[in-house]
């Protein structure tokens, strides 16, 4: 039956010709965008996981320059050990030379006592981005090494331990020096007294609020206020003075207005001896805690006892200067170990990045080719549908035929 109302080829051929075009607008878009699933609306499912696969990559990738950075700042570390090994082993030669009679030990001595002051000077450069790990002050640092996600989709950060070697020739304690200790926190407008000798004005430092210990030339009071640090050696002009504590305080106090942080005022009090006020003027908190070094008691503090002028010196500077040699190998192979773990797990990220952005592509980029092909089908498919629909259309005026 033909019906001029009802035309179901012309029906049947628009449908045909609608689905011929939204695939062909389906295909242009994979092959302007080079995905096959560009939002969410294409196949969320995979979609979802492809976004989540990302957000790990960036995550990765941040850790990545973590590990950078712990690389270089223990590759220093371990280049500061090793030099230090090579000048103690060049000492040794130098104390080895000083056991014979019919020798300048005068002259042996000063060597000695230049390659001593080497030392020290190495120790001391070796920081990078301001994080020493040879100084006896770092303690253990944590490096960002990983991102780990369980079965559950619970992610977890890892990291690689670095412990802090000790090549100083003066040792850190390990607490907060200041009487109020504990790392004060401070808000906008607040005032916190900090007092090296607790008020008692007797030239001590305070450690630990109770064990007290006298100033001594070459010690060394480091102060860390937030993230940034002051430290002041103290000079024998210091420890002769009336008042050591004022001294240190009044030192203490040009190191930190020389870090010129803003809102941060820092007063010393005359009338209260050894003591340091912290007034906060920002909408920010901050924290200060200190450490106080002790000339002559680090890793290395037997390098000051070593004295090869005379053949009794010479004699017990040859057991001090194995033990030392010892000390500053046992540094270098332990950052050596951790670098070696850390270039180890920088590969293996930077891999597994690379792994994980072709997983990526695998899910939601478009195959190019199966595209271009898809295209030309559906192209020629559009052509034939149109013609169709137009034949369908035409169906209706065979009617006329009928009534002539």
Known sequence: MSSILTNTSAMVALQTLK?????????????????????????????????????????????????????????????????????LTEMKGKIVAAQEDNVDRTKINDDVTALSEQIESV???????????????????????????????????????????????????????????????????????????????????????????????????????????????VTEADVNATSSSDMVAVGLKNAIDALGIEDLAVDYDSGSPGQLTFTNNSGNDFSVS????????????????????????????????????????????????????????????SKLTDSLRAGIGSLVDADMEEASAKLQALQVQQQLGVQALSIANQAPQSLLSLFR
């Open 19 to 87: 689905s011929i075009n939204s695939g062909l607008a389906q295909t242009q878009g994979e092959i302007a965008t080079g995905k096959s699933i560009a939002s969410s609306a294409d196949n969320s499912a995979v979609w979802a996981i492809s976004k989540v696969m990302e957000s790990d990559v960036k995550g990765f990738k941040a850790i990545s320059d973590s590990l950078s950075l712990g690389k270089s700042t223990v590759a220093v570390a371990r280049q500061a050990a090793e030099t230090v090994t090579d000048l």
């Open 123 to 233: 120790v001391a450069a070796a920081q990078f981005n301001g994080l020493n790990l040879v100084d006896g002050l770092a303690g253990n640092v944590d490096i960002l090494s990983s991102l780990d996600r369980n079965a559950t989709g619970a992610v977890t950060a890892s990291t690689i331990q670095v412990t802090g070697q000790d090549l100083a020739v003066g040792g850190y304690t390990a607490n907060d020096i200041f009487a109020s200790s504990g790392g004060t926190p401070s808000t906008n407008g607040d005032t916190v007294a900090l007092s090296l000798d607790n008020g008692g004005g007797n030239d001590t430092i305070v450690i630990d609020d109770t064990a007290q210990t006298a100033f001594g030339e070459g010690d060394r009071v480091v102060v860390r206020i937030g993230d940034r640090e002051a430290s002041y050696t």
């Open 290 to 349: 200190g450490q106080f070094l002790n000339a002559g008691s680090g890793g290395l503090g037997a390098l000051d006892s070593i004295d090869v002028s005379t053949a009794l010196g010479a004699d017990g500077a040859l057991g001090t200067i194995e033990t030392l040699i010892g000390t500053a190998i046992d540094a270098a192979a332990s950052l050596g170990s951790v670098e070696g773990r850390i270039n180890t797990q920088s590969d293996f990220v």
